[in-house]
């Protein structure tokens, strides 16, 4: 009896634990132009997710809270039961005054924000649970996906004078990839690895000597924007130019966005074997959270688009490459530190790890649009044409 009371029991709260559990799947849409928002922050005390570019989301957790954040955007908290009666999350957006005053200020504002880093941000070692997402296309047209997720243990959240390198420790846990390429398509695009990718996600100084500043006119009554750019072109002829977003309480920021290139006629091409290549864009944008449990600021997500123009002997060998990056945390300051699996150095297409068809199925955090579902459909149809395709991958 004491024993089929105790599996009773178990079962029981196995039961009452999948219940406590809740999902759901939604559009979010500007609520003036009715366009889906892509980047949108929707999280609680205790998860993290973000819209794709069709503004979908899917979120599951036991918290019964749902708080939908995006810059420039009035912030929205709801429940389960309230969001369940909405088919689209509409989203209001801020308006800007246009006579309004701006008082030059912005030289001692980046200054505040800097001294106040050590202050604001995770400088201790933290772990994290994160997504990946990499989407590669040639000539417009898709030709690859790699979705991760794992966790990663950092030194730091930026490179600091105690960790000048910063070096992280990555697990992966999960992941999905695949390639299709025609045979007669010579190159190789090679992704980023994750030492870059982290390093590139978490820039958020300047040389402020080198730049010139402006504060801007912003609907957000808690933010500053200061934008900046290079007051003297580099050596390949651009400028770089960019903003922050700046918390006005705490001189936290909360958000960078970088454009690395300004004039796509000055930037030299590069040869390597039979082809020559040149990027031509690279834009990232950065947000930082600020965590309910040690009040640091951690990068809670972060998005890259840059392409890169290909050009060979033969028209094959010619085109344009653009790849775009997601990367977001689940949860931040966790007690799981990383058994590192990986390289962090590596090329992150050409890491190998299992296909776990349960695991993808089931998540619910990179949900796929619909270019993707199409992209995936014409693998499917060309993975047995080995006479004009290369597929390669881990499903």
Excluded: H
Aim: with cysteine; aromatic share 14%; hydrophobic share 35%.
């Amino acid at each position: 009896m004491t024993k089929r009371f105790l599996l009773k029991f178990l079962l029981f709260l196995c039961l009452f634990a999948n219940a406590q559990k809740k999902q759901i799947t939604r559009v979010v849409a500007d609520k003036m132009s009715k366009q889906p928002l892509e980047k949108v922050n929707v999280f609680n005390e205790k998860d993290n997710s973000l819209t794709n570019q069709e503004g979908v989301f899917s979120f599951i957790s036991e918290v019964d809270e749902l708080n939908f954040s995006l810059i420039g955007f009035k912030d929205i908290k709801i429940d389960f039961d309230g969001i369940k009666k909405l088919d689209t999350i509409f989203m209001q957006p801020l308006t800007i005054e246009l006579d309004e005053v701006i008082v030059g200020n912005e030289l001692s504002i980046i200054k505040k924000a800097y001294s106040k880093v050590k202050e604001n941000y995770a400088l201790e070692p933290y772990n994290e649970n994160f997504f990946l997402r990499f989407v590669l296309k040639r000539d417009a047209e898709i030709v690859r996906l790699q979705d991760v997720y794992g966790i990663v243990s950092r030194n730091s959240i930026f490179k600091t004078n105690k960790q000048p390198d910063n070096k992280c420790e990555v697990e992966i846990l999960n992941m999905r990839k695949t390639n299709i390429s025609e045979k007669k398509n010579i190159e190789y695009f090679e992704f980023q690895s994750f030492e870059k990718m982290f390093d590139l996600n978490a820039l958020i100084t300047i040389s402020i000597d080198k730049f010139e500043l402006t504060q801007e006119k912003t609907a957000l009554e808690e933010y500053i924007k200061i934008s900046f750019i290079s007051k003297e072109e580099s050596s390949i002829g651009q400028k770089m130019n960019g903003y922050f977003i700046i918390n006005k309480d705490n001189y936290a920021i909360m958000e960078t966005y970088f454009d690395f290139y300004s004039n796509t006629d000055k930037i030299p091409y590069q040869k390597e074997g039979k082809i020559q290549f040149r990027t031509t864009n690279f834009k990232r944008t950065s947000n930082y959270k600020k965590s309910n449990l040690n009040g640091k600021y951690y990068l809670s997500n972060s998005n890259s688009d840059f392409s890169v123009e290909v050009k060979g002997k033969e028209k094959n060998d010619s085109g344009m490459y653009d790849c775009s990056t997601m990367f977001f945390v689940t949860n931040s300051f966790t007690g799981e530190k990383a058994k590192a699996n990986v390289s962090i150095n590596k090329d992150v297409f050409k890491i190998k790890f299992p296909y776990s068809e349960q695991f993808w199925s089931l998540q619910n955090q990179l949900p796929l649009t619909t270019e993707l579902k199409e992209f995936l459909k014409r693998v499917a149809e060309n993975k047995d044409n080995k006479k004009n395709f290369e597929v390669i991958g881990n499903f």
